[in-house]
């Protein structure tokens, strides 16, 4: 090889990184002192074109993710789609002894323990950091935080909590009542509210507040833009019922009812006025749907029957079906049926779901399991819940498709409309999670919950994971 054959390798060479940048640097100083004019205006355009990209991107996505974390589930009370195992998309130190909610795209929860430095906390809903703070006075002690949104505002009753059943019966306390902008944390308004509170639902725009104090259950329609009462309405109660908390509030439809183990109030959403009290041996609810349901018990030979009467509770029931009515954990409404169990106790048919046609007293089928609970009433498929175990029925017939034995273990349900998922012990004392076919009842998927979190909640359309002190959120 002669020294020509060398010389013309490297005249062939590729020229490296660092020689095309000055290559291409040195014509693009050549191009702009060639056209002093036209190259500032090119330099302008091209710094605004990367601006935007890098400041632009990041935030599309941001809103990108946002619109899918705030989008609707399939129905009502379902989660979003979950076709694989949910991944941790960010986790908040809370106080897991109040369950929070979701206001616009905001999660509320309450931070800190003990009455000194305890406060509502709002975390974006996508990112979960936190956005604002809302400091909680230590008089009255806020040990009990109760909140809901109310017309995209935050209305939340704080107070302390009543003593222990053999404690002194509360004279003077009051619970104090903020509503709160949960875009910004800003406090609109602040009032106070008499008595211990132990419960709280909505009336259109306001809020029913339920308290107790000096031995009497008071319900409360309230502006909550002021405290002002539209209509108050009490009844005597015991301490061990009513200061609690064992009073459960509903208003729906036209109608109120807070009940507990020796007291129910049903009052017109409207005036407050009272209506009839349940007869002897008859039970009465309130669903969210505005239906009110009067249970009425017989004693035949065989034991304990009961017939119940749907009715908006005006005027005569629209359905009456033999059993007890039983309300879908989560239904999308497509099977049409109306749900009663049997509760004739020691029977054959003892604890057995009915299933009815609206209107009819004809039961369409009977389940055979005794298992007295509808989970899911969901895309042609009723779940049903009995002693550790889910079956899947088929809605139309009544047959049984499959069934899963889950245990003492077996917590929650939730479903996505394609699947129902379970809380339950994934291994021996590890609380996880199980995905089923609600078609063929297969498992999906199983994940253990984050570290430090032990129950699952369906906050918005999404599941979050909660512990003592942390709240994950689930993707």
């Known amino acids: 090889m002669g020294l020509d054959d060398d010389d013309a390798q490297d005249s062939e060479r590729v020229p490296s990184g660092p020689q095309r940048l000055r290559a291409a640097w040195a014509r693009l100083a050549a191009w702009a002192s060639a056209r002093p004019v036209l190259a500032p205006v090119v330099a302008v355009v091209v710094t605004a074109v990367l601006v935007t990209v890098v400041v632009g991107t990041p935030r599309w996505v941001n809103e990108r993710e946002r619109a899918g974390v705030l989008g609707p589930a399939p129905f009502a009370e379902a989660v979003r789609v979950l076709d694989a195992a949910p991944q941790v998309r ?3 130190a809370v106080d897991g002894s109040v369950a929070p909610v979701l206001a616009g795209d905001v999660v509320v929860a309450v931070a800190g323990t003990g009455a000194a430095g305890r406060g509502l906390v709002g975390l ?6 936190q956005r604002w703070s809302v400091p909680l006075d230590d008089r009255p002690a806020p040990e009990r935080v109760l909140c809901r949104e109310l017309d995209a505002r935050l209305a939340c009753v704080v107070g302390p909590v009543p003593p222990s059943d053999r404690g002194p019966d509360p004279q003077d306390e009051t619970s104090t009542l903020l509503l709160v902008d949960p875009v910004s944390g800003a406090v609109l308004a602040r009032s106070e509210i008499p008595g211990w509170a132990v419960a709280t639902a909505q009336a259109g725009s306001d809020l029913v507040v339920a308290t107790y104090a000096r031995g009497m259950l008071t319900v409360r329609r309230v502006d909550p833009s002021t ?6 309405t009490q009844r005597w109660s015991t301490f061990q019922s009513a200061g609690n908390g064992r009073i459960a509030l509903v208003a729906a439809g036209e109608l109120v009812m807070a009940a507990g183990n020796d007291v129910t109030l049903l009052l017109d959403t409207a005036t407050g006025e009272r209506l009839p009290r349940p007869a002897r041996g008859e039970e009465v609810r309130l669903l969210e749907d505005g239906t009110l349901v009067r249970t009425r018990y017989r004693l035949p030979n065989a034991g304990v029957d009961a017939v119940s009467e749907l009715s908006t509770g005006r005027g005569e029931p629209w359905q009456t079906v033999r059993g007890v009515l039983v309300e879908p954990g ?5 099977s049409g049926l109306v749900f009663a169990a049997s509760g004739l106790s020691g029977g054959p048919l003892g604890g057995r779901v009915r299933a009815y046609r609206p209107g009819s007293t004809e039961a369409v089928w009977r389940a055979l399991m005794p298992a007295p609970v509808v989970a899911v009433d969901v895309a042609g498929r009723v779940v049903l819940r009995g002693a550790g175990v889910l079956v899947g029925l088929e809605a139309e017939t009544g047959d049984q498709v499959w069934r899963r034995d889950f245990g003492t273990s077996l917590g929650r349900t939730f479903t996505d409309g394609r699947h129902v998922v379970v809380e339950h012990d994934v291994v021996a004392e590890a609380p996880g999670l199980t995905a089923i076919s609600l078609d063929d009842g297969e498992t ?6 984050p570290g430090g979190t032990s129950r699952v909640l369906r906050i918005g ?4 994971a909660l512990g003592d002190e942390v709240l994950v959120a689930l993707r």
């Open 90 to 92: 960010w986790s908040a």
């Open 124 to 129: 974006d809903v996508v990112s979960g950091a």
């Open 330 to 334: 989560v239904s999308d409404g497509s």
């Open 444 to 449: 999906a998927w199983r994940a253990p919950l």
């Open 227 to 232: 405290g002002a009462a539209r209509w108050e």
């Open 461 to 464: 359309v999404h599941l979050y």
